[in-house]
C-alpha cells in the first residue's frame, strides 16, 4: 500500500481524543512508507488545512497532504437541533465529496475513514476502504452490513464487545479484525523514575455532553493519607475555575494541581512524576460502558502508572487489565479503596510496550488492508 487517502468528517485541528487517535495514524502511516492524503471538511469557524498549525497542535513533524473542504452546510453553523443536522450535513457532505474522490483517485488508492455514510458511499462506488469502528448507532449497524457486502470493504473494531454486539444482529466473514488503541511510545522513556503519591487524570473533563465526574476525585482526596496528591489536566477555563474554587472549599487546594490543555508531546511530561492514573466516565452513555478504548490508558501504561478505572465492562475488556484497581462509578470509599490497593499493584514492565505501541498498531493496519 503505497497511497492512502484518510477521509473523514471530522474537524481540525480539535483536542478530542478521535482527532489525536487520527493524526497519530497518519503519522504512523508515513513512518512506514504509506503517502496520505487527509480530506476533511472545513465546518468549525476553528478548522483549518493549514499544515503547519495542525503539525504544532498535534505535535507531528510529518509532511502530507492536507485538503479541507467547502462546508455549506447547517452543522456547526446553526446551534439548534444539532444531532438532526449532524446527520444530514455529515449524509450530504459524505456524498458529494465521495463522488468528487472517486472520479478523481485510481481504482488502486485505498481509503481509511471514521464515517460511516463515507464507508458506505465508497462501498457502493466499490472502493477500497477501511472503516474504524468506535462506537455503534441502529443507523452505523446497518450501513456498516450494507457496505461489507462490497469485496473491497473492511472494517476494523477497536473492541471485542463492537465486534461481538454487531454480530448478534449481522455476519462477519474475513473482512475485519480488531484493534484496541496505542500509545505513541516516541515521547516516554523506558528509564526508570522515581515516582511521587500523585493521582492523574488527563483529557477532556466532559465526553458527549456529560460530566466525567472527576470532580470525585477531590471529595476523595481529603479521606485520603496527606501523601497523595491529585493533578487534573485538561480543564476548559470554566472548569479550572470551579474545580479551583471546589478544592478551596474542601480545604485540599495546596494538594491539588489543575491544568488546561497541553499539547501532546507534552502529556508524558506530566505523567512522567505521578504514581496513579484514573480512568473515570459516567454511565450515561453506552459508548462509555461497552466500547471505549481509551488512549490516556496507554499513554498511562507507557508512563508507568498504576491505573484505577470506573468498573465497566469496556474498561474490563481493555488489554492488561488484571492489573486495573476497579471502583464502583460514584461511590466515594470505593474509590479510596482502589487507591490504597495501587500500593499492591506492580506497573507493567518496558518488555510489553511494543504491544501497546502505535507503531505496531499501524503496521497491523497496513497488514490488514494489503492482505
Given at each position: 500500500m503505497n497511497k492512502l487517502t484518510y477521509l473523514t468528517y471530522q474537524t481540525f485541528p480539535a483536542d478530542t481524543a478521535n482527532s489525536i487517535q487520527t493524526m497519530a495514524n497518519i503519522k504512523y502511516f508515513i513512518r512506514n512508507g504509506t503517502q496520505v492524503s487527509l480530506v476533511f471538511p472545513l465546518r468549525e469557524k476553528t478548522s483549518t488545512a493549514n499544515s503547519e498549525k495542525l503539525k504544532e497542535f498535534y505535535s507531528i513533524k510529518e509532511d502530507f497532504k492536507i485538503i479541507g473542504t467547502k462546508h455549506n452546510l447547517p452543522f456547526g453553523k446553526v446551534n439548534v437541533l444539532k444531532r438532526i443536522l449532524f446527520l444530514y450535513s455529515h449524509l450530504v457532505w459524505s456524498f458529494l465529496i465521495v463522488n468528487k474522490l472517486d472520479k478523481e483517485k485510481p481504482s488502486t488508492e485505498f481509503f481509511f475513514t471514521r464515517s460511516d455514510w463515507v464507508f458506505f458511499f465508497l462501498s457502493r462506488k466499490n472502493r477500497k476502504v477501511v472503516f474504524e469502528c468506535h462506537q455503534f448507532t441502529k443507523i452505523r449497524k446497518f450501513l456498516i452490513n450494507k457496505s461489507l457486502t462490497n469485496k473491497y470493504s473492511k472494517i476494523i473494531f477497536l473492541n471485542n464487545k463492537l465486534k461481538d454486539d454487531y454480530e448478534k444482529k449481522y455476519k462477519l466473514k474475513n473482512n475485519?479484525?480488531?484493534?484496541?488503541?496505542?500509545?505513541?511510545?516516541?515521547?516516554?522513556?523506558?528509564?526508570?523514575?522515581?515516582?511521587?503519591?500523585?493521582?492523574?487524570?488527563?483529557?477532556?473533563?466532559?465526553?458527549?455532553?456529560?460530566?466525567?465526574?472527576?470532580?470525585?476525585?477531590?471529595?476523595?482526596?481529603?479521606a485520603l493519607d496527606p501523601k497523595y496528591t491529585l493533578k487534573i489536566v485538561g480543564a476548559t477555563d470554566l472548569e479550572f475555575k470551579s474545580l479551583e474554587k471546589e478544592s478551596k472549599n474542601l480545604g485540599v487546594q495546596n494538594r491539588v494541581t489543575i491544568l488546561k490543555r497541553v499539547n501532546y508531546s507534552d502529556v508524558a511530561k506530566h505523567l512522567s512524576s505521578s504514581s496513579i492514573g484514573v480512568l473515570i466516565?459516567?454511565?450515561?452513555?453506552?459508548?462509555?460502558?461497552?466500547?471505549?478504548?481509551?488512549?490516556?490508558?496507554?499513554?498511562?501504561?507507557?508512563?508507568?502508572?498504576?491505573?484505577?478505572?470506573?468498573?465497566?465492562?469496556?474498561?474490563?475488556?481493555?488489554?492488561?487489565?488484571?492489573?486495573?484497581?476497579?471502583?464502583?462509578?460514584?461511590?466515594?470509599?470505593?474509590?479510596?479503596d482502589a487507591i490504597k490497593k495501587t500500593e499492591l499493584v506492580s506497573a507493567l514492565t518496558t518488555d510489553v510496550f511494543s504491544y501497546i505501541s502505535l507503531e505496531t498498531r499501524t503496521k497491523k493496519i497496513i497488514d490488514f488492508i494489503s492482505s
Open positions: 475485519f479484525t480488531i484493534l484496541h488503541n496505542g500509545v505513541d511510545l516516541e515521547y516516554y522513556s523506558t528509564d526508570s523514575k522515581v515516582k511521587s503519591n500523585e493521582i492523574v487524570f488527563i483529557g477532556k473533563l466532559n465526553r458527549f455532553g456529560e460530566s466525567r465526574n472527576v470532580d470525585l476525585l477531590l471529595k476523595v482526596l481529603v466516565n459516567s454511565n450515561k452513555n453506552t459508548h462509555s460502558i461497552s466500547y471505549t478504548s481509551p488512549i490516556k490508558y496507554f499513554e498511562y501504561l507507557a508512563a508507568g502508572l498504576k491505573i484505577i478505572a470506573v468498573d465497566f465492562p469496556s474498561h474490563r475488556n481493555l488489554p492488561f487489565s488484571a492489573n486495573i484497581s476497579f471502583f464502583e462509578e460514584g461511590n466515594a470509599k470505593s474509590l479510596v
